[in-house]
């Protein structure tokens, strides 16, 4: 399976953007779809990530309130929706999937597919 992402690009903090992540070879059913970022000189980090079957979502608290992840189920896509963007929120933006259990979404080792990353530029 191949994972793209894409709808990155430059805003000035506090605009918004829509991130998308999409598969090839197969569907998003039975895994879990995850956002991770990676800012220059930083490690990975968990952003969000929702259950496809049932459509449970987490978020890490560094964004909650202004990130919605979901899904297209007929596009078989993944959407970010990212609002009141912070230069903070400056990093290359990955999709990844797993089939790991909750208390584990956090965690980007479980995950075992990953896009080639979308890069998001926030302005102050």
């Known amino acids: 399976v191949q994972l793209q992402a894409s709808g990155g690009g430059l805003v000035q903090a506090g605009g918004s953007l829509r991130l998308s992540c999409t598969a090839s070879?197969?569907?998003?059913?039975?895994?879990?779809v995850g956002w991770f970022r990676q800012a220059p000189g930083k490690e990975r980090e968990f952003v969000s990530a929702?259950?496809?079957?049932?459509?449970?979502?987490r978020y890490a608290d560094s964004v909650k309130g202004r990130f919605t992840i979901s899904k297209d189920t007929a596009l078989n896509t993944v959407y970010l929706q990212m609002n009141t963007l912070k230069p903070e929120d400056t990093a290359v933006h990955y999709c990844a999937i797993t089939q790991t259990i909750w208390s584990h979404l956090h965690d980007s080792s479980r995950y075992t597919h990953w896009g080639q990353g979308t890069q998001v530029t926030v302005s102050s």
């Open positions: 070879g197969r569907t998003f059913s039975n895994y879990r």
């Open positions: 929702i259950v496809w079957g049932g459509g449970s979502t």
